[in-house]
């Protein structure tokens, strides 16, 4: 068989495969975001469900599950390779220059700050308070709790999932989206690849699922999950188009969503996991309502912010 054709043949189909994804650049994103992540994903759940073993086990004397440590930092980083591998494909070194700038871009308002620092956490501790029996079943708060929750802060904003996903949906997507749906529309697609890229999540004990978890708390809590998403996408799109596309304050603002869950949640108790979702749900909820009643649905996006993108880069 005559093979010397072989490697000219390989490269027209690889330059055409380039230039689909160029073409396609949203739908290849979210194509490798997905297989990046689920592939870590897909193990996780595994090991929960027994089909693999329980790695977990080797950590139950520190507390901490593996799968939590290890896996659910690496599946975060699957839109941020996505993000990167496709900036590269479209934009070249160029657009990877723009992109570490749009990351390193921290100046911003200090009232932008002091709404993600504060008030943020500020409304999920008012989600969680509201419920019955929230707080006859405050445990007070600790001497160090200002310490323990910088420390978390900083651990939450480059391994708990920020750093790893907002290079992804609002780095890459979202000035992409924009342009092309309206910040409206383009704000809720995202949202709905964000809640479903961590589906596989609720098949495990991190997104409050695993063996024993009946069939209608699973979709309890996912149904709870998707509505915050939105609502947070909403916040989150504000946020962005008034700092000038900034990744950083979509990565600050990520990190003060995640954080409380881990230092103030175990304040109360009496809040488990589906209590944490509602109380994500009442605090974003209707701030995001307001924002995109308040701002006609633009959410502070500007006409001019999609010159940044050519229609070849914003093309679905």
Same mark, same amino acid.
């Given at each position: 068989? $005559?093979?010397? $054709?072989?490697?000219? /043949?390989?490269?027209? @189909?690889?330059?055409?495969?380039? %230039? @689909?994804?160029?073409?396609?650049?949203?739908? *290849?994103?979210?194509? +490798?975001a997905y297989a990046i992540s689920w592939i870590f994903l897909s193990a996780e759940v595994l090991s929960v469900w027994g089909v693999l073993p329980d790695y977990s086990q080797s950590c139950t004397q520190a507390g901490v599950s593996c799968q939590i440590v290890v896996l659910n930092v690496m599946?975060?980083? =699957? #839109?941020? +390779?996505?993000?990167?591998?496709?900036?590269?494909?479209? /934009? =070249?070194?160029? =657009?990877q220059l723009r992109l570490r700038r749009r990351i390193k871009q921290w100046r911003a308002g200090w009232p932008w700050y002091l709404f993600i620092l504060v008030g943020i956490p500020a409304l999920i501790l008012a989600g969680i308070i509201i419920q019955p029996g929230a707080l006859a079943?405050?445990?007070? *708060? #600790?001497p160090l709790l200002l310490v323990s929750y910088a420390v978390t802060f900083v651990a939450v904003w480059f391994g708990g999932g920020p750093l790893g996903e907002e290079i992804g949906w609002r780095g890459f997507a979202l000035p992409r989206l924009q342009p092309r749906y309206g910040p409206l529309w383009g704000t809720l697609i995202l949202g709905v690849f964000w809640c479903?890229?961590?589906?596989? %999540? *609720?098949?495990?004990?991190? %997104?409050g699922g695993g063996p024993g978890t009946g069939l209608t708390t699973t979709l309890t809590n996912f149904s709870m999950f998707f509505l915050f998403i939105l609502a947070l996408a909403i916040i989150f799109t504000w946020l962005f188009n008034h700092t000038r596309g900034s990744i950083f304050i979509a990565i600050t603002a990520h990190a003060s969503v995640n954080t409380p869950e881990l230092v103030l949640l175990p304040l109360f108790p009496a809040v488990g996991y589906a209590g944490l979702l509602l109380?994500?749900?009442? =605090? *974003?909820? @209707? #701030?995001?309502?307001?924002?995109v009643i308040l701002t006609r649905g633009r959410l502070g996006y500007?006409?001019?912010?999609?010159?940044?993108?050519?229609p070849e880069q914003i093309e679905a």
């Open positions: 068989m $005559n093979t010397s $054709n072989a490697p000219s /043949e390989a490269a027209p @189909v690889s330059k055409s495969l380039l %230039q @689909v994804m160029r073409q396609h650049p949203l739908v *290849f994103f979210f194509l +490798l599946l975060t980083f =699957g #839109p941020a +390779l996505a993000a990167i591998i496709m900036t590269s494909i479209v /934009e =070249g070194k160029a =657009g079943s405050f445990q007070g *708060f #600790p479903f890229w961590h589906l596989p %999540q *609720f098949l495990t004990p991190y %997104q109380a994500f749900l009442i =605090g *974003f909820g @209707v #701030p995001a309502l307001l924002i500007k006409s001019s912010q999609a010159t940044a993108l050519s």
